[in-house]
């Protein structure tokens, strides 16, 4: 009784020991395969990958390039109004200085006047009140009717002369403040020019900034792209390696 409960005991060893033997000859016959099927699983997937992180850097590359082009042309413009801004700028000194001049002869030119025609307003008035010397003392005692005329034509000419000496002031005054009002018209219209000018470098700095700002956002994004396509490639050599390795 004993010796048959021993062989069926002996019997069961034997069979677990078998069965066992071919359970582990069967997982190490197909545990490597089904590794490789899952290395190779994921080696496709780091592939995708790889080929969606060099599309976007494709495509950030691609917008990248057409913001420089903005950028470019921003630039340029910005650079172009500037160097209109200096330039306004330059002739907005030139005509405050011209006016400054202008300003400096015509109050030359009214002390002038007002001397000049205080001289005849004076010279005048002698000769209706008292006689001038000078004008009066040509018409005394004259030695001919010939040289009576002829002093009397002389005293004309000076009253001509002193005349016409005002006259002209007068006028010099009145060039010069027409040309002060041109100037100064000119220079109103320089200052709106100059103030339109500004607006119009102000937003085109805001358009420049805002093409930068573009511009720092791809180029961060691109750079994201790169750092995750030099993981993804360095995960695929390494499943690669393991895939080797089995």
């Known amino acids: 009784m004993k010796k048959k409960k021993k062989a069926k005991v002996y019997t069961f060893v034997i069979s677990f020991i078998l069965i066992a033997t071919f359970s582990f000859q069967s997982v190490l016959a197909y545990s490597p395969q089904d590794s490789l099927k899952d290395l190779q699983q994921r080696k496709q997937e780091v592939q995708r990958r790889i080929k969606e992180a060099e599309s976007k850097e494709h495509h950030y590359l691609t917008q990248l390039k057409v913001i420089e082009v903005e950028l470019g042309k921003a630039q340029d413009q910005l650079n172009a109004l500037h160097q209109e ?7 907005v ?18 002390t002038e006047l007002a001397e000049k025609t205080e001289i005849l307003n004076e010279r005048v008035a002698a000769i209706y009140k008292e006689g001038d ?3 009066v003392g040509l018409l005394l005692e004259p030695k001919s009717l010939a040289d009576f005329m002829n002093r009397w034509a002389l005293m004309t000419r000076l ?9 002209e002031i007068r006028e010099l005054k009145e060039e010069a403040q027409f040309r002060g009002e041109r100037i100064e018209d ?19 700095e805001v358009k420049k900034n805002e093409i930068l700002a573009k511009y720092e956002e791809k180029r961060v994004l691109i750079n994201e792209a790169r750092q995750d396509l030099k993981a993804l490639e360095a995960m695929e050599d390494e499943l690669e390696a393991r895939s080797r390795a089995i």
């Open 133 to 135: 010397p000078n004008y």
């Open 186 to 204: 000119k220079q109103q219209l320089l200052l709106k020019e100059k103030g339109r000018v500004e607006e119009v470098v102000q937003a085109a």
């Open 85 to 91: 801004r200096d330039d306004l700028n330059v002739r």
């Open 159 to 167: 009253a001509e002369q002193d005349a016409r000496i005002v006259e």
């Open 93 to 110: 000194v030139e005509a405050r200085k011209e006016l400054l001049s202008l300003e400096s002869e015509l109050a030359q030119v009214e």
